[in-house]
C-alpha cells in the first residue's frame, strides 16, 4: 500500500482585493507604479482590473502543477481560507482532476497577511486505501514561554509571551487504510529583506531556527524524542535552506551554476540526529532546487524552500523511492541548469503568470 504526498505554496491564493498600496507604495504593484492616480477611488477600479486579468492564467498555472504532482495527500502554504479553496478547486482544479479532494482541512493562523497553511486529501489513495482525518490541531497559540525555547538572539524580534509560529504547525492525524500517519504543514518566517549590510537570511536566522525547535518539541512530547517509530511528515515552505546553486554568468557568455553549502540552517534542526529525513537530498547534487531567487545579476541562486521531512519509520520502507519537484509552472525567467530545462505550461510569462514562485514537491511513500 502507498501513499503520494505532496507540498506547495501556492503564493497568494486569495480571494481578496489589497488596496493598502493606495497609501503604502511598498504595497503597491510594480505595474501601479508606473501610474498617478487622481484618487484613490481611481486606484481602487485600476487595482481590481489589475488583478482580475492576472488571476485566471495564474490560477490555471497553479491547478496545472497541483494536476501534475497527482498527490493524495496535498499540504498547501498561502491559503486564505476555506471558501477560497472551494472556489478554486471547482472552477479549475476540477477541469483537470475532476472531485478529487474531498477532505480539507484550513484553521486560521497568525499570519497578518491571512495567508494560512491547508491540508487536501482524497477520499482513496491511487492504490485504492481509504483516507479518513481523525484529527486536526492547530499550534497557532503556543509561545515561546510554553514551549521553554526563547533565546537571546530572539530579544530584537519577540518577547517570552510571544507566539512561536509566525503561521502555524498545522497537525492532521490520517488514517489511510490500516495505517496511521500524522502530517506537521508549517510555513517559517519568511528572510525579508538586507538591513545595515546584512542580509534577509541571516537577521531572521534566529525566528525560523526557533519554529523548528518548537515543531520538533511538538512531536517529540507526542512521540518521544526519537519519533517512537511513528509515521509522520513535516511538509512545507521553510523559507530556508542548507544549500544552494550559486549562479554566476549571462546570456552572452553562458550561466555557472555552483553548489554552496551554509553553515547553520532551520532545517538542520529537524535532520539532525536522524529524526527526520529530507527526501529531496535523495536527488542529485544540482537537481534538489525548489525556487529561483534573485535580486539582479549580483543575487541569483537557485534552493530549497519546500520540504518533504519524514520520520525514520516512514523512510524505512520507502528507501528506493524518489521524490518529484514540479517545475513546469515556474515563470521563463527561471535559470535551469543544463539538462534541467522543462516544457512550461501553456500562457507562462517570463515573470507571470506563473504557477508559483515555488515548485511543488511530492513522493510516493509505501506503508507496511
Request: aromatic fraction near 8%; charge should be negative.
Amino acid at each position: 500500500m502507498t501513499v503520494r504526498i505532496a507540498t506547495f505554496n501556492a503564493e497568494n491564493l486569495l480571494s481578496r482585493f489589497d488596496f493598502s498600496g493606495y497609501r503604502n507604495e511598498l504595497r503597491q504593484d510594480r505595474v501601479s507604479q508606473l501610474y498617478a492616480f487622481a484618487s484613490e477611488a481611481e486606484y481602487r477600479h485600476a487595482e481590481i482590473a489589475r488583478a482580475v486579468s492576472l488571476t485566471d492564467d495564474t490560477r490555471q498555472l497553479t491547478a496545472l502543477a497541483i494536476a501534475e504532482a497527482d498527490a493524495d495527500i496535498l499540504c498547501l502554504q498561502e491559503v486564505e481560507n476555506l471558501d477560497t479553496l472551494h472556489r478554486f478547486e471547482y472552477g479549475y482544479l476540477y477541469k483537470m482532476i475532476g472531485d478529487g479532494y474531498r477532505h480539507k482541512v484550513l484553521i486560521g493562523g497568525n499570519d497578518s497577511r491571512g495567508i494560512n497553511l491547508a491540508l487536501m486529501a482524497r477520499e482513496e489513495t491511487l492504490s485504492g486505501a481509504r483516507i479518513e482525518v481523525d484529527a486536526v490541531t492547530s499550534h497557532a497559540h503556543l509561545t515561546y514561554e510554553a514551549l521553554e525555547i526563547f533565546t537571546p538572539d530572539l530579544t530584537d524580534f519577540a518577547r517570552p509571551q510571544d507566539k512561536v509560529f509566525k503561521r502555524d504547525c498545522l497537525e492532521v492525524d490520517l488514517k489511510i487504510g490500516s495505517q496511521r500517519l500524522t502530517i506537521y504543514v508549517v510555513h517559517f518566517k519568511s528572510m525579508g529583506s538586507p538591513r545595515d549590510g546584512i542580509d534577509g537570511r541571516t537577521l531572521t536566522m534566529p525566528v525560523r531556527l526557533a519554529e523548528a525547535r518548537a515543531v520538533r518539541k511538538i512531536i517529540a512530547r507526542r512521540f518521544g524524542p526519537d519519533g517512537g517509530g511513528k509515521r509522520y511528515v513535516i511538509a512545507g515552505d521553510f523559507n530556508d535552506y542548507d544549500e544552494r546553486l550559486v549562479i554566476t554568468g549571462d546570456r552572452r557568455n553562458g550561466y555557472h551554476f555552483t553548489p554552496a553549502l551554509e553553515a547553520e540552517s532551520a532545517v538542520n534542526v529537524l535532520t539532525a540526529d536522524g529524526f527526520a529525513e529530507n527526501v529531496v537530498q535523495r536527488r542529485p547534487e544540482m537537481d534538489r532546487w525548489t525556487l529561483y531567487h534573485t535580486r539582479g545579476p549580483q543575487e541569483r541562486h537557485l534552493c530549497q524552500l519546500d520540504y518533504l521531512l519524514a520520520s525514520p519509520a516512514l523512510t524505512r520502507t520507502s528507501r528506493d523511492r524518489q521524490p518529484d519537484i514540479i517545475r513546469s509552472g515556474q515563470p521563463w525567467r527561471t535559470l535551469f541548469p543544463a539538462g534541467q530545462e522543462v516544457g512550461r505550461y501553456p500562457r507562462t510569462g517570463w515573470d507571470r503568470p506563473k504557477a508559483s514562485d515555488h515548485c511543488p514537491v511530492a513522493m510516493t511513500f509505501d506503508l507496511v
